[in-house]
């Protein structure tokens, strides 16, 4: 575990930052930051964040489900973050 490295928190939003450029409709990448935002005590950037990952993954389409939905365990973070943040 490196989150007690001096420099983890720069590195862990690099690489966020990099992922959401590369790919801005990963809704991985997005709860990610999203989780780190509100960690960071940035409700409302955590709260934008997350909403825009929701709207990623609710909006695939039908036939995709099995494949591209995401398990219940990152649906379960989804909550545990919603309700953290007051929604």
Do not use: H
């Not at 695939?60 to 591209?68: G, H």
Request: aromatic share 6%; charged share 25%; hydrophobic share 40%.
């Amino acid at each position: 575990d490196l989150c007690m490295q001096a420099d983890a928190e720069q590195l862990c939003e690099s690489a966020l930052n990099l992922a959401t450029s590369i790919c801005p409709t990963s809704y991985e990448a997005l709860q990610s930051l999203a989780n780190m935002r509100l960690s960071q005590n940035r409700p409302d950037e955590a709260r934008a964040l997350l909403k825009r990952s929701i709207e990623v993954w609710t909006a695939l389409p039908y036939d995709d489900l099995e494949e591209d939905f995401p398990p219940l365990e990152f649906r379960l973070v989804t909550c545990r973050l919603l309700i953290e943040l007051g929604e």
